[in-house]
């Protein structure tokens, strides 16, 4: 594996912490933008995240920052920690990221395009489509689609054989996981090259030798937050209510609610209109114990927040305020 140009499309929640990781980890990153309102949206997250870093950083220099549950394995390993040295990697990825509206000029000469776009099929080919006569020979492209098979897509990279996916959870850089998954045209040689590009931006990386929509990670999630959404949509309770009922009844970390925020409520809405669309999420035990889900309720409240600008987290409101 010899990438050393990453380009990044798409500079949401995901795109940003994938851009600035693999800046950390020593790759030149260029973010592609498609407008400059993108621009205005992109930076304040590239800003968040190099604050972010510098804070988790300092906190893994205390007593407290070497419990496994705070340590950010993305960032250092425990017996290697070199504060300064970490900060010094902040500064100079958060100084080499680069944001760029053309395509063209984005792609030249890069060795890996990350798509990681919204969940919006006939976007995600549109995208594609344009940016197959631009690419070098040497490109490799894969998808951070949360839902969607890479097989959806190949035809229209140019390139179905230095194409697949490459998943990552929120949080890149604690939650260090990559799920590389080929489709069926993807040869052999990219798989193991993802494989060790994970491997070298600090992520585990997790194969998927079979195409499943949600891959791992989601297969898992994605029903989970469906069924608090699913709850608060049918009248059931509220979403402070549903969220604690999951943290305080299990201990984790954060309900659906507060996931939803996170992730933004653009992807909430696509990911319950895909969601419909999946063959086998559910199985016959499940369907009789929890469905049908209402996804016409589900798609009316996240339309209505979203038109009202309620985003998430990262615009101040979602379904709490942040402001």
């Known amino acids: 594996m010899n990438y050393k140009k990453v380009v990044v499309a798409g500079g949401g929640v995901l795109g940003s912490q994938i851009a600035f990781q693999a800046a950390y980890c020593g790759f030149d ?23 972010e870093y510098d804070k988790i950083i300092k906190i893994m220099d205390t007593p407290e920052g070497k419990d ?15 504060k300064e040295k970490c900060l010094k990697k902040v500064e100079k990825a958060y100084k080499g990221l680069k944001l ?34 631009l690419l070098p020979e040497k490109t490799v492209v894969v998808t951070n689609s949360s ?5 959806t897509f190949a035809k229209y990279t140019g390139r179905p ?4 996916s490459l998943h990552f959870a929120n949080h ?15 040869d ?26 949600g891959y791992l990670l989601n297969s898992m999630l994605v029903p989970f937050l469906l069924s608090g959404l699913d709850l608060y949509v049918n009248g059931v309770s509220d979403p402070e209510s549903i969220d604690k009922a999951w943290t305080l009844g299990t201990g984790a970390p954060n309900g659906p609610f507060q996931i939803f925020d996170v992730v933004g409520l653009k ?25 049908p889900y209402n996804f016409k309720g589900m798609e009316a409240v996240l339309k209505k927040m979203i038109d009202e600008g309620k985003l998430g987290k990262a615009a101040g409101e979602g379904f709490y305020k942040y402001k």
């Open 29 to 51: 990153v260029t973010i592609w933008l498609r407008s400059e309102g993108s621009i205005g949206r992109t930076q304040p997250k590239i800003d968040n995240l190099k604050e």
């Open 68 to 82: 496994p549950h705070v340590w950010a394995r993305g960032i250092a390993d425990a017996e290697k920690f070199d």
């Open 100 to 133: 760029e509206l053309d395509l063209a000029k984005a792609v030249e000469d890069a060795d890996l395009v990350i798509e990681s776009m919204a969940e919006d099929t006939k976007e995600k080919i549109a995208f594609y489509q344009k940016m197959a006569p």
């Open 147 to 151: 839902t969607l098979l890479p097989s």
């Open 161 to 164: 054989e230095k194409y697949l």
């Open 172 to 186: 890149i850089w604690t939650n260090n996981t990559a799920e590389v998954m080929a489709q069926s045209q993807t």
């Open 188 to 213: 052999k040689k990219y798989f193991d090259e993802l494989i060790d590009f994970a491997n070298a931006i600090r992520m585990v990386a997790l194969p998927v030798n079979k195409e499943k929509n």
């Open 267 to 291: 992807t909430a809405y696509n990911i319950a209109q895909q969601y419909q669309k999946v063959p086998g999420l559910f199985t016959p035990l499940l369907k009789k114990m929890m469905m």
